[in-house]
């Protein structure tokens, strides 16, 4: 027999821990589970289990209860289906995961969840992307991006490209449906449709007068592609940030840029000069063309009115023939010597003539007259007397006496 065995040994301390032993007994599991049924019955309204000493639980309307839980959840679950898309969005409604319809501004009601689900998206946020480089990005990061920004010409030459992108939404249902992840598709569509115009044309055209056409080809065939693919984007502004030769070939292409300029710097020269002499030697040329058709012009009538004027005479001179000769003699002899200064006179009834110089004569005059002007006009000039350093004073005794 062990140490607690003996009744005699209850009111012994226990050995291991020094106190005396008391009597307990083990819980009583049947009564633990008739207080947990009363407890639960009382809360659903159902009637309780008989106790140890036979009592009857009270017992209610269960079935109200239950109805009245269920439709409070019912309402509570209904009225997680309201939702209200503010504007500029749009709501794509799905129905067990599948397209329904698409929701404008204000609030609306689906079906909870899992019945229908809603996405918002945005249609009137202006979004943007960046092709070469990083808005606001550290040396690090713009290093990163610098194989974007290098792209090869048609002449195969390297240059440096920086292109922005802005775009927005057009149709919500193509942009959640068609595509996983339609903003990356923009990005990788944009750079190969700027690496595709950029090898299709030379450097120079692509640094300088070809940057707007890049920028329109660039943006044709950009949204051709997205409306391929069905994104349910639309392109509102495509921009050639940069545009130059990578930084290792920088000074000599200065150089050829500066070049240019001076070639199109004479070029420009010598068009302004052009523009001056031009208009000037065709005025030239206009006046000369009009002076000739004036002198021919004139000797046309000269030659009509001398012909007429011979036709004239001849009918005289058949009239009067001695008197038109005598005339026509006078007549030459007058033109002839009209500008001569001479003039000789014929001595009626003797053979000598008479010649007078009248030219040598109007000559002489004129010389005479041209003196005598001259000498009451120009005063006369005054003499100062010279100092010679002699004495005069027995000179001017000498004239005195």
Same mark, same amino acid.
């Given at each position: 027999?062990?140490?607690? *065995?003996?009744?005699?040994?209850?009111?012994?301390?226990?050995?291991?821990?020094?106190?005396?032993?008391?009597?307990?007994? %083990? %819980?009583?599991?049947?009564?633990?589970?008739?207080?947990?049924?009363?407890? &639960?019955? +009382?809360?659903?309204?159902?009637?309780?289990?008989?106790?140890?000493? !036979?009592?009857?639980?009270?017992?209610?309307?269960?079935?109200?209860?239950?109805?009245?839980?269920? +439709?409070?959840?019912?309402?509570?679950?209904?009225?997680?289906?309201?939702?209200?898309?503010?504007?500029?969005?749009?709501?794509?409604?799905?129905?067990?995961?599948?397209?329904? #319809?698409?929701?404008?501004?204000?609030?609306?009601?689906? &079906?909870?969840?899992?019945? *229908? @689900?809603?996405?918002?998206?945005?249609?009137?946020?202006?979004?943007?992307? /960046?092709?070469?480089?990083?808005?606001?990005?550290?040396?690090?990061?713009?290093?990163?991006?610098?194989?974007?920004?290098?792209?090869?010409?048609?002449?195969?030459?390297?240059?440096?490209?920086?292109?922005?992108?802005?775009?927005?939404?057009?149709?919500?249902?193509?942009?959640?449906?068609?595509?996983? @992840?339609?903003?990356?598709?923009?990005?990788?569509?944009?750079?190969?449709?700027?690496?595709?115009?950029?090898?299709?044309?030379?450097?120079?055209?692509?640094?300088?007068?070809?940057?707007?056409?890049?920028?329109?080809?660039? #943006?044709?065939?950009?949204?051709? $592609?997205?409306?391929? =693919?069905?994104? +349910?984007?639309?392109?509102?502004?495509?921009?050639?940030? /940069?545009?130059?030769?990578?930084?290792?070939?920088?000074?000599?292409? @200065?150089?050829?840029?500066?070049?240019?300029? !001076?070639?199109?710097?004479?070029?420009?020269?010598?068009?302004?000069?052009?523009? #001056?002499?031009? %208009?000037?030697?065709?005025?030239?040329?206009?006046?000369?063309?009009?002076?000739?058709?004036?002198?021919?012009?004139?000797?046309?009538?000269?030659?009509?009115?001398?012909?007429?004027?011979?036709?004239?005479?001849?009918?005289?001179?058949?009239?009067? %023939?001695?008197?038109?000769?005598?005339?026509? =003699?006078?007549?030459? $002899?007058?033109?002839?010597?009209?500008?001569?200064?001479?003039?000789?006179? *014929?001595?009626?009834? +003797?053979?000598?003539? $008479? =010649?007078?110089?009248?030219?040598?004569?109007?000559?002489?005059?004129?010389?005479?007259?041209?003196?005598?002007?001259?000498? &009451?006009?120009?005063?006369?000039?005054?003499?100062?007397?010279?100092?010679?350093?002699?004495?005069?004073?027995?000179?001017?005794?000498?004239?005195?006496?």
């Amino acid at each position: 027999m062990s140490w607690d *065995d003996s009744d005699k040994d209850k009111n012994k301390k226990d050995p291991w821990s020094g106190r005396k032993k008391e009597q307990q007994s %083990p %819980p009583d599991l049947d009564e633990l589970v008739r207080s947990l049924q009363e407890k &639960f019955g +009382g809360l659903f309204g159902g009637g309780g289990s008989k106790g140890s000493n !036979d009592k009857k639980s009270p017992s209610g309307p269960s079935g109200a209860n239950i109805g009245l839980l269920i +439709g409070v959840a019912a309402l509570i679950w209904l009225a997680t289906g309201i939702y209200i898309v503010d504007e500029g969005n749009r709501g794509v409604i799905l129905r067990f995961g599948q397209y329904h #319809e698409t929701t404008l501004p204000g609030p609306h009601w689906r &079906f909870p969840s899992p019945i *229908d @689900s809603a996405i918002i998206v945005n249609v009137d946020q202006q979004r943007f992307i /960046e092709i070469g480089y990083r808005s606001g990005a550290n040396q690090q990061a713009a290093s990163g991006v610098r194989k974007e920004a290098l792209m090869l010409t048609e002449d195969e030459n390297i240059i440096d490209v920086r292109l922005a992108v802005q775009y927005k939404v057009k149709s919500a249902q193509d942009y959640v449906f068609n595509v996983r @992840s339609p903003d990356v598709t923009l990005k990788q569509s944009a750079e190969s449709a700027l690496r595709s115009v950029i090898g299709k044309n030379k450097m120079d055209f692509v640094l300088t007068e070809g940057r707007s056409e890049v920028v329109a080809s660039v #943006e044709a065939n950009l949204q051709a $592609m997205l409306d391929d =693919y069905k994104t +349910g984007l639309v392109i509102s502004s495509v921009n050639l940030v /940069e545009a130059q030769p990578p930084e290792e070939v920088q000074g000599a292409f @200065s150089d050829a840029i500066r070049a240019r300029e !001076d070639e199109q710097r004479f070029i420009n020269e010598s068009q302004a000069y052009s523009n #001056e002499v031009i %208009p000037k030697a065709r005025g030239s040329a206009s006046r000369i063309v009009q002076e000739a058709e004036a002198y021919q012009q004139r000797v046309i009538s000269e030659a009509k009115g001398d012909a007429s004027r011979f036709g004239q005479l001849l009918v005289e001179y058949e009239a009067a %023939p001695e008197v038109t000769r005598k005339r026509l =003699y006078l007549e030459t $002899m007058e033109d002839v010597l009209g500008s001569s200064k001479k003039v000789i006179m *014929d001595v009626k009834g +003797g053979n000598n003539l $008479m =010649y007078l110089p009248i030219d040598k004569l109007m000559r002489s005059s004129e010389n005479q007259s041209s003196s005598t002007q001259n000498r &009451f006009i120009t005063p006369p000039e005054k003499t100062t007397p010279v100092n010679t350093g002699r004495d005069t004073s027995y000179r001017d005794r000498e004239r005195g006496r």
